[in-house]
């Protein structure tokens, strides 16, 4: 069947660096996507992996491994503005573009 | 940049009634979906289409159908609005092809209140 899992909650400390994980079992794999959502907002987009390893944009990475069934999303410097929803969701192939989501990591950060 | 806009950010209906959800995008895009996102359930797919005229079941399609006449445009209607049908709706589109940048981008959603 299809399963994505990631922790339901986290909280970290302003200036830390946090990592949130994602496990993903599908039928199949095209891209595995992290989007962001602010409380009351729709998710934007945040990052792509479809390849192994890790791709950097700014404060935020994405690691990959396809063999693993696993992703990660890391946060450094951690401001407050980062507080929210990180969705974790998958493409499994074909070209519709259909992402199976995972229920979302809320996270808080505090001064 | 890619813009989705929906019809509504803050929807009151009574039970019964029938509504209309609506959503464009300004992109040109083939593919367009319809979720709802409900607390610790996170987002499910109600609606999809990859074309004019054309239209795939989600995962939870019971309630609801769909119009999408032109490409710009996805429609989502509740025949008959119930009360576990309040929610957040969220529309989103896609293009094939676009390699690894891919990705769907989001309207703003629509609350919406069943009473």
């Known amino acids: 069947g299809q399963n994505i899992d990631q922790p339901t909650e986290m909280t970290a400390t302003e200036g830390a660096i946090v990592q949130i994980n994602c496990t993903y079992q599908?039928?199949?794999?095209?891209?595995l996507f992290w989007y962001q959502q602010h409380a009351g907002e729709a998710p934007t987009f945040l990052s792509y992996n479809v390849l192994d390893g890790l791709e950097e944009k700014g404060r935020f990475s994405s690691f990959l491994s396809r063999s693993k069934g696993y992703s990660y999303l890391l946060l450094k410097e951690l401001q407050m503005k980062d507080s929210a929803s990180y969705l974790c969701?998958?493409?499994?192939?074909?070209?519709?573009?259909?992402?199976?989501f995972g229920k979302g990591t809320k996270l808080s950060v505090k001064p | 940049d890619v813009k989705v806009t929906q019809s509504s950010r803050y929807l009151v209906k009574r039970t019964g009634e029938k509504v209309f959800l609506e959503c464009v995008q300004d992109m040109d895009h083939e593919n367009m979906f319809w979720y709802r996102q409900d607390p610790g359930l996170g987002l499910r797919l109600i609606y999809f289409s990859y074309d004019v005229k054309m239209k795939e079941k989600g995962d939870i399609p019971e309630g609801y159908s769909v119009s999408r006449e032109k490409k710009e445009r996805f429609s989502l209607i509740l025949e008959s609005a119930s009360t576990n049908q309040t929610s957040m709706y969220l529309c989103a589109s896609f293009t094939s092809g676009q390699g690894l940048q891919e990705t769907q981008y989001f309207g703003p959603g629509t609350r919406l209140l069943v009473l």
């Open positions: 969701a998958v493409k499994e192939g074909g070209s519709q573009g259909n992402l199976i």
């Open positions: 599908t039928s199949g794999f095209n891209g």
